[in-house]
């Protein structure tokens, strides 16, 4: 069994930061990519970011220059750090990642709520 655990959401004022991270357990090979999507009320889960296992990152356009993903791979942990913080990044944001167990699969975690307030 593989599992994501996200941690870090909360409250913020508009303009501040929060810090996410998301950690994988269980029978774990390796770890592909990792990234971040998020889900705001009444609209499609989005990409937000993601970063491969060689470093390399990628971004959505409305949060480049204001988030920073990262990833530790000796704690199978990936973070997002959103800096300059929009009513409109609330949402809730997930991380997934394509982990080699017995075979290479998608997992999401159960999410985690981010409330910019305005």
């Known amino acids: 069994q593989v599992q994501l655990v996200e941690s870090g959401g909360g409250l913020v004022q508009a303009g501040g930061s929060l810090g996410l991270s998301c950690a994988a357990s269980?029978?774990?090979?390796?770890?592909?990519?990792m990234g971040w999507y998020r889900q705001a009320p009444g609209k499609q889960r989005e990409y937000v970011a993601r970063?491969?296992?060689?470093?390399?990152?990628t971004y959505v356009e409305s949060v480049k220059g204001r988030f920073t993903i990262s990833r530790t791979n000796a704690k199978n942990t990936v973070y997002l750090q959103m800096n300059s913080l929009k009513a409109e990044d609330t949402a809730v944001y997930y991380c997934?990642?394509?982990?080699?167990?017995?075979?290479?699969?998608?997992?999401w975690g159960q999410g985690t709520q981010v409330t910019v307030s305005s």
């Open positions: 997934n990642a394509f982990i080699r167990g017995p075979s290479l699969r998608a997992y």
């Open positions: 269980g029978s774990i090979f390796s770890i592909d990519a």
């Open positions: 970063i491969t296992s060689g470093g390399g990152t």
